[in-house]
Each structure stands twice: as structure tokens, then as C-alpha cells.
């Protein structure tokens, strides 16, 4: 019994169905769509990422060491970035852990860890880039996706946040699309974007970075989406949604405050109480 019921409380952990649904997508990814990923890199990311965490661990005094995060985190930059410099891997997977551990307001890190590495080396790097189009854009690769994403949040308890993010996102489209009088085909196709669905599934639901009640995470989603939009079509800059991830950050401890809500615990999803927090201070 003690056995089956320490199993189950592992299980509750939904970091564990990120982590086999990464895998499953990098695989995918490297064995069936050839999309660049070299395994050289995602090794350095990964264990770069793990080293960084057991470092920290060290120096905020916490009792152990905690490895599903980083994993999260290295695997989420496998497949969002590209860069031909062994270096800059080592260096994403370090501000991304670092981050978590330096940048925090008030028990919560402040940017989701792989969008505030993502955004760096994009800014200060002409060897670092997010290759949109990895995935393809056939019907069948983003349903896949878009299930398999799914079942993670709904562990997480934090479906809210990629659902309002993906309708208002699409309203956007569409609006734009009526408007210029284009074909319903060009916002289809511009949704089912591989990058686009690993963002809104794996990146703006990350439950450590949004804020803590539902009206909250709806709102924060919306404002993502907005921001995201008049990047992509208005200025027509690439990556419009991961920037828009990490402009829109610091506006969580504002909403946090205005909408109070518990602190989300990965080992018990549905919130009990904002006590000591596994991985972080």
C-alpha cells in the first residue's frame, strides 16, 4: 500500500508527462522530420542545464537535488532553438536555469526560463534563431500536437492559459484575414505552426511564471496574444510570440496582486497553500 500510494503521488507530478511528451516530440522530430537538431547540442543543453540546476540547488541551501525542471527546460530549447555554435547551446541552457535561480520576485521566478534564453540570444547573437517551419504545417502534425500538449495541461491544471492564448490569437488571424479579404486558408495555415503550438502548450502555460487564479491566467493570456500579434502582422517581426512571453512577464506580480491566488505547487497541481515550493527557494 505504502508503495502504490508513493507511486501515485509521484504521478500527481505533471512534470513527469512534460518530460514524456518532449521526449516523444524530439524524437519525432529528429528521426521522422530532419528539422537540424544535432545531437551534439542537445546533449550540451541538457547536461549544461543539469549542472546549472545542481549549482544552484547548492547555493540556495535547498535539501536536494531536483532534475525535472532543468529537463523540462533543456528539452523545450532543443526544440525551439537553432544555432551552428556548440557555445551558445552551453550558454542558453545556463541563462535559462540561472534565471530561475537569480531573476525572482516573491516566491515565483520571473520569466518562463527557456523564452528568457530564447529572447537573449536572439537579441545579442546572429548565430542563435527559431526555425518556425520545423514541424510542418499539415493538419495531422498539429493535431498530434495540440493532444499531446493538451494532456499535459490538463495535469498541470493550467488549460486556461493556452486555450484563451490559442482562441484569441486565432480571432486575431482570422480578424486580419477578413479584413484584407485573404482566404480562410492563410490563419488555418498560419496556426498550424509547430513552433506556434510548442509555445502555447509548453512555454506561456508554464504554471511557475503566470499568475495564480484562472481569471488571472485568462487575462495574461490575452494580453500575450495582443502584444504577440502587433509584433508578427503590425511590425512584421519575426517570433512575435516569444517576445511578447517575455515583455508581458513583469505584468504577473501586478495581476498576482490585484487577483490573489495560491501559489501553484508541482506536486499537488490543484494548489494547497503557497508553503515551501519544490525546486525554487
Not at 200 to 215: C, E, G, Q, R
Amino acid at each position: 500500500m505504502n508503495i502504490a500510494n508513493r507511486l501515485l503521488s509521484t504521478l500527481s507530478d505533471p512534470r513527469y508527462y512534460q518530460i514524456i511528451v518532449l521526449s516523444l516530440l524530439l524524437t519525432y522530430g529528429i528521426t521522422e522530420l530532419d528539422f537540424g537538431i544535432r545531437w551534439q547540442h542537445a546533449l550540451l543543453i541538457v547536461s549544461t542545464a543539469l549542472a546549472v540546476q545542481f549549482l544552484g540547488t547548492r547555493y540556495a541551501g535547498l535539501l536536494r537535488f531536483d532534475p525535472l525542471s532543468p529537463l523540462i527546460t533543456s528539452m523545450s530549447l532543443t526544440l525551439l532553438l537553432r544555432t551552428d555554435t556548440m557555445w551558445l547551446a552551453m550558454i542558453a541552457a545556463a541563462l535559462a536555469i540561472g534565471s530561475k535561480f537569480l531573476l525572482r520576485y516573491r516566491g515565483k521566478h520571473i520569466f518562463n526560463p527557456a523564452n528568457f534564453a530564447l529572447v537573449t540570444l536572439l537579441l545579442v547573437s546572429d548565430h542563435a534563431w527559431v526555425s518556425s517551419g520545423q514541424w510542418g504545417s499539415t493538419a495531422t502534425s498539429a493535431f498530434a500536437l495540440a493532444c499531446l500538449g493538451f494532456l499535459v495541461l490538463t495535469r498541470a491544471r493550467r488549460a486556461e492559459t493556452t486555450i484563451a492564448f490559442i482562441i484569441i490569437y486565432a480571432a486575431l488571424l482570422l480578424g486580419r484575414a477578413i479584413w484584407l479579404d485573404d482566404p480562410f486558408s492563410i490563419p488555418l495555415h498560419q496556426m498550424r505552426n509547430g513552433a506556434l503550438l510548442i509555445f502555447a502548450f509548453f512555454m506561456i502555460s508554464d504554471p511557475k511564471t503566470t499568475p495564480n487564479t484562472a481569471l488571472g491566467r485568462t487575462l495574461f493570456a490575452a494580453l500575450v496574444a495582443g502584444i504577440a500579434f502587433t509584433i508578427q502582422f503590425i511590425y512584421y517581426q519575426p517570433n512575435g510570440p516569444i517576445f511578447a512571453l517575455i515583455m508581458c512577464a513583469p505584468a504577473v506580480p501586478l495581476i498576482d496582486k490585484l487577483l490573489r491566488g495560491r501559489i501553484y505547487r508541482w506536486e499537488k497541481p490543484a494548489g494547497h497553500g503557497a508553503g515551501s515550493i519544490k525546486g525554487v527557494f
